[in-house]
């Protein structure tokens, strides 16, 4: 929890009072409430609101004890609600463009759909060789799931179909769950590289992470979507469609840290955030502690 210093109650103010109206902001933030495309338990488009509001309540610092107050966060709110689903994803990608414009990005989801019409974003506001490292249980690279070829099973997969991504620039960390069609997908692109949890486990974060930054860094800009379901249930027992046998909260901080270190990490996601089946908020503090590092790391290269 935090205290006040001096007179700044940091801990009234969303962002630990980093929020600023400056267009020149170190980060936009984008909240896409969306869970239309969730195959199991609901609850995600509450995710959100729920982060911000946990944010009155941390200090605005990183575990090392670097203190953010210099950095600028700038928030455009949420994605506004619509039934219609192809004109909702149309309206994320236009103000996803919003958050892009700054130095780095942040999107809380969201179920993993969400990713699609971010990264559609993503691709067209970046320039040059681009990169996709996604943070996940499953590797959803269904090409169609449910009826849907914009399901959070199939988030992958749509990325793969953008011209401005190759398969070799495509790296997934902490999987434990497969369908047969996601096997013979990766089989048939070779240059996609797998990080099993069962890797971290027995290889080390340290060492994936590694391999992760060796693979990308000829790229020019990486996208960074982390499905929370890629921690174990443990450490993230909110979400929909949970893995139990994955890293844990301290092994993916480490992952990002050198990730963020070695690669131009532009954007970021969280999603599978679910508020409603969580328990004392432990997933929603995750993707807090999670999103206060990311920040320690963008105010210290900008």
């Known amino acids: 929890m935090a205290e006040s210093t001096s007179s700044t109650l940091y801990h009234r103010e969303v962002w630990s009072g980093l929020a600023s109206e400056d267009a020149?902001?170190?980060v936009g933030v984008l909240g896409v409430p969306f869970d239309n495309a969730a195959s199991f338990r609901k609850g995600t488009a509450q995710a959100p609101a729920i982060i911000r509001a946990i944010t009155l309540h941390v200090a605005p610092a990183t575990e090392d004890g670097k203190q953010l107050s210099g950095l600028r966060v700038r928030d455009y709110g949420d994605v506004p609600t619509d039934l219609n689903w192809e004109?909702?994803?149309g309206s994320v990608e236009a103000m996803a463009e919003e958050a892009l414009r700054h130095p780095f990005a942040l999107f809380l989801g969201g179920d993993h759909s969400v990713t699609i019409p971010l990264f559609n974003a993503f691709s067209k506001s970046?320039?040059?060789?681009l990169g996709y490292i996604q943070f996940d249980s499953h590797p959803d690279l269904i090409d169609e799931f449910e009826g849907h070829r914009w399901s959070?099973?199939?988030t992958a997969r749509r990325v793969l179909e953008i011209p401005s991504?190759?398969?070799r620039d495509v790296a997934f960390v902490g999987i434990r769950s497969w369908l047969r069609e996601e096997l013979e997908f990766v089989e048939a692109h070779q240059g996609i590289r797998v990080h099993s949890a069962r890797d971290v486990h027995q290889r080390g974060i340290e060492v994936v992470a590694r391999d992760v930054?060796?693979?990308?860094?000829d790229v020019d800009a990486v996208y960074f979507s982390l499905d929370i379901d890629g921690l174990d249930p443990a450490y993230a027992p909110g979400t929909g469609t949970p893995e139990a046998g994955g890293p844990s909260t301290r092994e993916l901080l480490d992952l990002l840290s050198i990730v963020f270190a070695g690669l131009p990490v532009r954007a970021l996601d969280v999603v599978e955030v679910c508020p409603p089946i969580d328990h004392a908020d432990i997933t929603s503090v995750a993707a807090i502690k999670i999103i206060y590092e990311v920040f320690g790391w963008v105010g210290a290269r900008n």
């Open 87 to 89: 004109r909702y994803f």
């Open 24 to 26: 020149d902001a170190d």
């Open 213 to 217: 930054v060796s693979q990308l860094e």
């Open 152 to 154: 959070h099973g199939c």
């Open 165 to 167: 991504i190759e398969p």
């Open 126 to 129: 970046v320039s040059g060789r």
